[in-house]
């Protein structure tokens, strides 16, 4: 069974920092393409960030370029996201998903798994 477990989020100051940590389990983050999401209140879910399955290729939402890294540790079979910069807009909540295509990372309808979800809170 496939599990994927966001944790990292919580409240923080504008221009702040906070690294988001996906573990998962029932399958190995460095065979798929893996992906962070976010649905900000009354608003649809959207695309982050992404790391391809070799790891080589990162992709990136333009409003978070140069402010969020994505990254991933094959040892603890985790996906991280790296968020600096924050601001009041980057309030949301943050999900991982998994697929196995590498194509058309930036569609929600691509991920074959998804986690449940952790909250970011930036405050101005």
Request: proline share 2%.
């Amino acid at each position: 069974q496939v599990q994927l477990v966001e944790s990292g989020g919580g409240l923080v100051q504008a221009g702040g920092s906070l690294r988001l940590s996906c573990a998962a389990s029932g399958l190995t983050c460095s065979r798929y393409t893996m992906g962070w999401f976010r649905q900000a209140p009354g608003k649809e879910r959207v695309f982050v960030a992404a790391i391809s399955w070799s790891g080589g290729n990162t992709f990136y939402e333009d409003s978070v370029k140069g402010r969020f890294t994505i990254s991933r540790d094959d040892a603890k079979n985790t996906v991280n996201l790296h968020m600096n910069s924050l601001k009041p807009e980057d309030t949301a909540v943050y999900y991982c998903a998994a697929t196995k295509s590498y194509g058309r990372y930036w569609l929600q309808g691509s991920y074959d798994y998804w986690g449940q979800g952790t909250q970011v809170t930036v405050s101005s």
